[in-house]
């Protein structure tokens, strides 16, 4: 039993790993451009448009978990700065992160770049052993599915989850149709945390359960050395 308890955790253990392993992609975005830059379909408004570089991975990579490519078109002319015709056309350089067409610098904007310094923020507040069992408990309710997009002539197999499935997630992005990664990752942190507490738990209740077999072993040994061999009696001096 005690072998079966440090096998199931290892393996869920491992399952953490191997699902923040997978944060390293989000989905691709559907729609393509005419000119197969992969467009929003925004139209640009009145502001003049950009090309702005977006975060590098795990925040920004085109593209689902398993995928061996980005699926945006590569960089012709454009290049970081300049200006361009369409909001939400994107493309990818030969090196460095895609670039995007945006009235702003999107790193800068809400559900941008994820910014972890403490003088960026405010109303901070560390989680406590209740809310990292519940945030571990929604991990463990992410449906995983494999899938293709509408959009993907290739109709290449995908995985990921659907946002549908939990609207409400802290793994999704505002607006509902893309994945907040760094929400993702830190439920998956959270998740590690609690399985570590419970290892760590289970480790002190195998370590208590052999002491006390070790002891009652010793006392069985000692037990036979003293006793008289079975059916035989003590004489009377």
Request: net charge neutral.
């Amino acid at each position: 039993m005690a072998s079966w308890i440090a096998r199931d955790v290892s393996f869920r253990c491992h399952t953490a790993v191997a699902l923040l392993a997978v944060l390293t992609a989000c989905g691709g975005q559907e729609g393509m451009s005419g000119n197969g830059i992969q467009s929003d379909g925004g139209d640009g408004g009145s502001a003049a448009l950009h090309w702005f570089s977006l975060c590098g991975p795990p925040v920004a990579v085109v593209g689902d978990a398993g995928a061996a490519d980005s699926g945006v078109a590569p960089c012709i002319t454009e290049q970081e700065g300049d200006t361009c015709p369409s909001a939400g056309l994107e493309c990818q350089p030969v090196n460095g992160t895609p670039l995007l067409c945006a009235a702003a610098d999107p790193k800068l904007q809400t559900g941008g770049c994820p910014i972890s310094s403490r003088r960026f923020k405010q109303d901070i507040r560390y989680l406590s052993d209740r809310d990292l069992e519940r945030i571990a408990a929604g991990v463990e309710h992410i449906r995983l599915a494999n899938y293709s997009y509408k959009s993907d002539p290739s109709a290449r197999e995908r995985l990921g989850f659907i946002i549908e499935d939990d609207p409400t997630s802290p793994a999704v992005a505002e607006g509902r149709t893309q994945i907040d990664l760094y929400g993702y990752t830190s439920m998956v942190v959270a998740a590690m945390k609690i399985q570590a507490r419970k290892l760590e738990e289970q480790n002190a209740e195998l370590g208590l359960l052999r002491r006390k077999i070790d002891a009652l072993e010793r006392r069985s040994a000692s037990a036979a050395t003293v006793s008289p061999p079975h059916g035989v009696r003590k004489g009377r001096k």
